[in-house]
């Protein structure tokens, strides 16, 4: 643990939650900060703050330039509007902070994956009110699969199949 800070429906999806947070090493924190879509900053009651990336994850960038192709629809056509993606980059931002700002969530570490990345930003899932803040950003339409080593990889890839099959958020893309 780290010290001092304990305390949509998708078809055929029978993920249980609480066992999945309780199996994992996790903490309870108040988001203060929201970044972007897929960055945030958590305070613990202990006054600890921690800068969390959501894992598995990618919004479209809202603080730098956009790459062209990283966001393909599910015809495989590479979304090469960078200003359409810059606008769900703040529709994202804002989903999250409506979504989070100022609520208690619960930080979940990976089994597989590391714990931070190269900018020093801890590495984890956040959920609020018992959801996966990444599956709803995926499902929604507001953040792509961030292809990396973690355990829901295979189920996130589903969810955003999903989104972009049935045209979902910035998937609308024509």
């Not at 769900?88 to 100022?102: H, I, M």
Request: hydrophobic share 30%; charged share 30%.
């Amino acid at each position: 643990m780290i010290s001092g800070c304990l305390s949509t429906t998708f078809q055929k999806d029978y993920f249980d939650t609480n066992q999945f947070i309780e199996n994992h090493e996790h903490f309870v924190g108040e988001v203060f900060k929201v970044v972007d879509g897929d960055t945030i900053w958590v305070r613990c009651k202990n006054g600890s703050v921690y800068k969390i990336r959501i894992l598995g994850v990618d919004t479209p960038e809202i603080h730098r330039k956009n790459n062209p192709y990283e966001y393909y629809t599910y015809n495989g056509t590479p979304i090469t509007n960078t200003t359409y993606l810059k606008l769900w980059g703040y529709r994202a931002k804002e989903y999250v902070e409506n979504t989070l700002k100022n609520k208690e969530v619960v930080v979940v570490f990976d089994r597989i994956s590391p714990k931070r990345d190269e900018y020093g930003r801890y590495l984890a899932y956040i959920f609020v009110d018992g959801k996966d803040l990444g599956k709803s950003l995926i499902i929604y339409g507001y953040a792509r699969v961030y292809r990396s080593k973690f355990e829901l990889l295979d189920r996130y890839l589903e969810y955003e199949k999903y989104a972009k099959k049935h045209k979902i958020g910035l998937w609308n893309y024509s």
